[in-house]
């Protein structure tokens, strides 16, 4: 299957993209431009992979995205290792920040939706220095309560963006886009998890030799062992790997003693 010039693959039976940052924002810019509301972008790491395997709901969303980039060496690996192909690892945060630095020399408009007010507050303003000129046309936190999601919608459809940040965390911010995309009159939804946390300097990021060695998850379980779960689903994540590795060899050898 493909995006475009891109491929898409499976680790896992989870769905992933063959692409590369310069790819990634090519891709971009032709949803912005393109005819069609409601592009999905997801990033894709080892907890989503059995997230997804467990909820035939959530898999079929991600199945119908737009761009889903590998947010984590455990992708990567895994990709090499049972695929034999080479994806780069993009950050949820980091295309967030290269669509950032696109929509500004494009003219292309921004909402910010999700996480605490003081956070979403800080990371608009911050965004706003990096990026001179920004439009960031709307913004507000994640803590909406039910009954006024409908505003909410009203109000990211009054402001004309032409892309949306949503920073619920992971499945929340997945499951808010499948119910409410219908209603949503943008081109482009990402979902950033906790980048606006990053972005206002609440949360520090993992320091960039931890980042290069793809050990980010290990930096924060050191300094956030509330964490805990996410190296629960790395583990499941690699018995899986290891397991469907040691199943294609067999079968392999089976092939090959029959002839």
């Known amino acids: 299957m493909s995006r475009g010039d891109i491929q898409r693959t499976r680790i896992l039976g989870a769905p992933i993209d063959i692409v590369d940052m310069p790819g990634a924002m090519e891709r971009v810019n032709q949803l912005v431009n393109g005819e069609k509301l409601g592009n999905t972008i997801f990033a894709l790491n080892p907890r989503k992979v059995i ?9 079929a969303f991600f199945e119908n995205a737009a761009l889903i980039i590998a947010d984590g060496y455990g992708i990567v690996i895994a990709a090499r290792w049972l695929l034999g192909k080479k994806i780069e690892r993009i950050t949820g945060i980091d295309l ?17 939706f999700g996480a605490e007010e003081r956070d979403n507050r800080a990371a608009v303003e911050k965004l706003r220095v990096m990026y001179p000129g920004i439009s960031i046309v709307g913004r507000s936190n994640g803590y909406i309560p039910k009954e006024d999601v409908f505003e909410l919608i009203e109000k990211i459809n009054e402001s004309k963006a032409d892309i949306l940040f949503v920073a619920l965390g992971s499945p ?14 943008v081109k482009i939804c990402q979902g950033i998890g906790g980048a606006l946390e990053v972005i206002s300097e609440r949360r520090k990021r993992a ?25 629960k689903y790395l583990l499941i994540f690699l018995v899986k790997l290891l397991k469907c ?3 294609m060899r067999n079968n392999t050898s089976h092939i090959s003693s029959n002839h």
């Open 51 to 59: 997230s997804l395997s467990n909820n035939s709901s959530l898999k």
């Open 96 to 112: 967030m920040l290269s669509i950032c630095q696109l929509a500004t020399a494009k003219g292309y408009k921004i909402f910010i």
């Open 172 to 185: 929340k911010q997945e499951n808010f886009l499948e119910e409410y995309l219908p209603i949503l009159n």
């Open 207 to 231: 320091p960039m030799i931890y980042q290069k060695l793809g050990l980010e998850w290990v930096y924060r379980l050191i300094y956030n062992p509330s964490r805990y779960s996410n190296g």
């Open 245 to 247: 590795k040691l199943l």
